[in-house]
């Protein structure tokens, strides 16, 4: 069984006021994923997948 992947997010801030973020790449590990956020020099976080894929998801009534 592997472990986890990880997303390598931008959070970009419009003139709007809105937030938007996305989704740079997805790497095997957190190590990975930040080191090649430093060396492409990308102010962006790392999380786990399953956190986004799963963000603000209601489960149906009965589970």
Same mark, same amino acid.
């Given at each position: 069984m592997t472990g986890p992947l990880f997303a390598l997010v931008l959070t970009t801030y419009l003139t709007t006021g809105e937030?938007? *973020?996305?989704?740079?790449?997805?790497?095997?590990?957190?190590? *990975?994923?930040?080191?090649?956020?430093?060396?492409?020099?990308?102010e962006g976080s790392c999380y786990p997948v399953e956190k986004i894929i799963h963000q603000g998801e209601e489960k149906p009534a009965g589970y």
């Open positions: 937030v938007q *973020e996305s989704v740079i790449d997805i790497f095997p590990t957190y190590t *990975e994923c930040m080191k090649i956020a430093a060396q492409q020099k990308i």
